[in-house]
């Protein structure tokens, strides 16, 4: 059973710039959530995709956004880049929205570096 | 206040001893509870679940939950080498934000 899948694993992009992350969830899993990981600030919530809708958001500005396709496939999207969105963004999956009763699975995360 | 707060590490322990990670958390009414164990450079992994207070065990790991106190633990018995990671505790509070704590770095010295 394959997991959770993300696209780039590496980005390096330059400031002002946009950038798009893909994420394809487990077989069956309709809940996409994304992760900002850094040093400092640890993992904090982006947002949750369930079922094509945005059921939960994070406090991040409006330069992230993000969608899911009928299939489960999440994209993220990261508008006029700043040095500061430099982490690692992961995308976790599970049956469930909010993944109450059976946690999230992650995929391997995406390392954005903004020069 | 920090939604979750963790011990702050790292703790170091001997390989066959027991790890003992605490987590508090602010939102009272939170429902769901979950440890996930991060190796350097990988990505999160679920390794405990728990919804009720008391213990759970799975294997080598306990969680323990008390609501009143909002406190979670996890106990790592006959710990290993291969459990030298970064544990996470995370809840979900009544906004469903899932939100994680910062982390305890374990290190077992063999």
């Known amino acids: 059973k394959a997991g959770v899948t993300q696209t780039p694993r590496y980005l390096i992009k330059t400031r002002g710039q946009q950038v798009t992350l893909s994420c394809s969830p487990i077989?069956?899993?309709?809940?996409v959530s994304w992760y900002q990981q850094t040093p400092g600030q640890g993992l904090q919530f982006l947002f949750e995709?369930?079922?094509?809708?945005?059921?939960n958001k994070g406090n991040f500005p409006g330069r992230f956004s993000g969608r899911q396709f009928s299939n489960s496939r999440s994209e993220m999207n990261v508008s006029t880049l700043e040095l500061g969105d430099s982490a690692l963004y992961l995308c976790?999956?599970?049956?469930?929205?909010?993944?109450?009763?059976?946690?999230?699975?992650f995929g391997s995360g995406t390392r954005l570096t903004v020069v | 206040q920090k939604e979750v707060e963790q011990n702050s590490g790292p703790l170091s322990v001997p390989e066959g001893a027991i790890a003992s990670l605490n987590c508090t958390y602010s939102?009272?009414?939170?429902?769901?509870f979950f440890w996930y164990r991060q190796y350097s450079g990988k990505s999160p992994e679920l390794i405990m679940s728990?919804?009720?207070?008391g213990d759970k065990e799975d294997g080598r790991f306990t969680a323990q939950l008390n609501k009143a106190s909002q406190y979670v633990s996890l106990l790592i018995r006959d710990s290993q080498p291969s459990d030298s990671a970064t544990y996470l505790c995370?809840?979900?509070?009544?906004?469903?934000?899932?939100?994680f704590g910062a982390g305890t770095t374990v290190t077992v010295r063999a």
């Open positions: 728990i919804y009720s207070n």
């Open positions: 995709y369930f079922s094509e809708t945005q059921r």
């Open positions: 077989s069956g899993h309709r809940s």
């Open positions: 995370a809840v979900l509070p009544r906004d469903y934000k899932l939100s």
């Open positions: 976790a999956s599970s049956f469930e929205p909010t993944a109450t009763n059976y946690g999230y699975t």
């Open positions: 939102d009272r009414v939170s429902q769901s």
